[in-house]
């Protein structure tokens, strides 16, 4: 069953959604060759805390770790450790939060130094389907048209759309319904409407769209190894139009390929 969300819900989410965006950007700037991958991780939930709210991912079904970092051909659920970034890497950093009740849930990928072509192309994929996607997030259309739009974008460059892994609702549980792919023909599923509160997150590989899980039950990766990105915000859909709600005020993190939806 979806959950529609009344105003006064979805601007608790802002708050919540508020933190994942601030902590974020702040990761953004320790991302660098030789820093280790739990370092991240500490920092993300030290500053949580600090800003009042309590990570999301640390024992949720299991996992260890607060932060999510997945590095190159890894798609999600990366786990923290001793691993050091190093120059020409890519990492996908997924991150959220729970505050007074409600949740945020957003993810990007970042160079770490200079990257190659191919990898700064398909962070800029990943980010630019995001917003294809959420053009189609408005009254009336339906849910599938969010999927179809994604995989277009996608598979237009290239690339290719993970299925094993889908986007979800968000609100009161980190997972709500309904899922939301990164595939799919259009005009299939729920209709969209005001209340509706989403995090759209695709995830795409430059190879092949196949996934294997590592041995540690949780890493996910390309079973081609082929390099893999991922890009996620929490967004609702209000009278006024889709606003992103793990959109950073105080420093964006849209670069050039994207631009606010906000109608």
């Avoid at 370092?39 to 500053?47: G, H, T, W």
């Avoid at 607060?66 to 190159?72: D, H, K, P």
């Avoid at 430059?206 to 081609?224: M, P």
């Avoid at 959109?247 to 994207?258: C, N």
């Amino acid at each position: 069953m979806i959950i529609y969300k009344s105003e006064a819900e979805i601007e608790m989410m802002r708050k919540s959604s508020q933190i994942v965006a601030k902590v974020l950007s702040e990761l953004k700037e320790l991302v660098k060759p030789g820093v280790e991958t739990r370092e991240l991780d500490i920092y993300a939930e030290n500053r949580a805390r600090e800003l009042g709210a309590v990570p999301a991912f640390k024992g949720y079904r299991g996992y260890p770790a607060s932060l999510c970092v997945s590095i190159n051909e890894e798609i999600v659920h990366g786990i923290p450790s001793s691993r050091k970034l190093k120059e020409g890497d890519i990492v996908s950093l997924d991150f959220g939060v729970v505050y007074q009740g409600y949740y945020g849930d957003a993810a990007i990928t970042l160079p770490v130094g200079q990257v190659s072509d191919l990898a700064r192309k398909l962070i800029e994929v990943a980010e630019r389907s995001f917003y294809r996607g959420l053009e189609q997030m408005k009254e009336g259309n339906r849910l599938s048209d969010i999927s179809a739009a994604i995989q277009a974008e996608v598979e237009k460059a290239g690339f290719s759309v993970i299925r094993a892994f889908v986007g979800h609702g968000i609100g009161r549980s980190l997972h709500e319904e309904p899922q939301v792919p990164n595939f799919g023909l259009p005009g299939h599923g729920p209709r969209i409407k005001p209340g509706l509160t989403l995090a759209i997150e695709p995830m795409i590989a430059a190879g092949h769209w196949e996934v294997e899980v590592l041995d540690d039950g949780w890493t996910a990766v390309t079973q081609d190894r082929s390099l893999a990105a991922h890009y996620e915000h929490t967004v609702a859909l209000t009278d006024n139009g889709v606003e992103i709600l793990t959109l950073d005020q105080d420093s964006s993190m849209i670069s050039a390929v994207g631009g606010r939806v906000n109608a």
